[in-house]
């Protein structure tokens, strides 16, 4: 099985939910499936049905999360010797060549992706043409809008 890089930060994050779905949302459904029970005839009980579907969906969430963590190669970056090369974990500040636009962006799991963060997948293109890439170097990135061309100006192991 192939693993999954992974941050400190999502990995955290990872455990946080899970967590939480066992020690919180899993002991719920299971009371709100009891108590439904309760009401009687089970064929035309919405809440026991809509509890059991909670309970689905809840178990599902737990073993793909316990998946993930069991395949998660844990990449601290700020263990690393900061060779000005992009790597996955770096925080890289790139400029678009054209428009002088400033952007920096932290490249992280699939899990925690978050562009509202500037918090971009591994697998986005951006971060693909990125990796591997150092300061100064200069990058051609298919954007939807055609290619960009941006330079790489700050390469951080955060």
Do not use: W
Request: hydrophobic share 40%; aromatic share 4%; glycine share 6%.
């Amino acid at each position: 099985m192939q693993s999954i890089p992974m941050t400190v930060r999502g990995e955290k994050m990872l455990r946080d939910e899970l967590n939480h779905l066992k020690t919180v949302v899993r002991p719920k459904i299971i009371a709100d499936i009891a108590e439904a029970r309760e009401h009687g005839d089970l064929k035309e009980n919405a809440e026991y049905h809509a509890a059991r579907e909670q309970q689905g969906f809840c178990e599902g969430r737990i073993q793909e999360i316990e998946a993930k963590l069991s395949t998660a190669q844990v990449i601290d970056i700020t263990k690393i010797a900061n060779n000005g090369k992009v790597i996955f974990g770096a925080t890289v500040t790139i400029l678009n060549v054209e428009t002088d636009a400033e952007v920096t962006y932290r490249i992280v799991g699939d899990d925690e992706a978050n562009i509202k963060e500037n918090l971009i997948s591994v697998n986005s293109p951006i971060a693909r043409g990125l990796i591997t890439k150092e300061v100064d170097d200069t990058v051609n990135i298919q954007t939807p809008n055609g290619v960009v061309e941006y330079e790489i100006i700050d390469v951080q192991y955060v």
